[in-house]
């Protein structure tokens, strides 16, 4: 028969080792395990308040500036893409899918929502016969060069329908 102790040895075995794959961690021991936990919280935490600052900015947008908010981070291999916009973008999706193709980036990772309000979040890495190689800057410039035209394109149809009208 099993003593408690050893019972609950097992267990806490268990949990440590289903933690440490959860938070990615290398180490061997309880304390390093937690550590790396502890660390991997913060950097959650760290990234949750990234994307509320987001929506925050997102959803302060004024009447002058309605287009949606653009910010690309460089990554060891590619870029993460963020969009956020405080309103539904119809067809933007898609333009700021064709700017990946024209760039000749490669979309590894996306996750979308385009309901109440458009949230786009990818990671895009170069195409491996790219060659030159493509910086965060220039990805953000042409990604609001795509929310740009997809605007002027939305605002020339919605005229046309208020004239129709």
């Known amino acids: 028969m099993v ?3 050893q ?8 949990k440590l080792q289903l933690l440490r794959s959860i938070t990615n961690s290398h180490a061997l021991n309880k304390m390093s395990i937690i550590n790396d936990a502890s660390k991997y919280i913060r950097d959650l935490k760290q990234k949750v ?3 509320n600052q987001d929506m925050a900015a997102a959803q302060t947008s004024t009447p002058q500036n309605p287009l949606p908010m653009v910010k690309v981070e460089s990554l ?3 870029f993460l893409i963020k969009v956020v916009s ?3 973008c119809p067809g933007l999706l898609v333009s700021i899918l064709e700017v990946f193709e024209e760039m000749g980036l490669t979309l590894m990772e996306a996750r979308v929502s385009c309901t109440d309000t458009f949230r ?3 990671v895009g890495g170069e195409n491996e016969e790219g060659g030159e190689g493509i910086d965060a800057q220039a990805v953000k410039q042409a990604v609001g060069q795509a ?6 394109q939305s605002t020339d149809h919605d005229d046309d329908d208020n004239d129709q009208q």
């Open 76 to 78: 060891e291999k590619g």
């Open 86 to 88: 405080a309103k539904s």
């Open 120 to 122: 786009f979040q990818a």
């Open 147 to 152: 929310i740009k035209n997809w605007s002027q």
């Open 7 to 14: 019972k609950r040895a097992a267990i806490l075995h268990q």
């Open 49 to 51: 308040e990234t994307l």
């Open 3 to 5: 003593s408690r102790e």
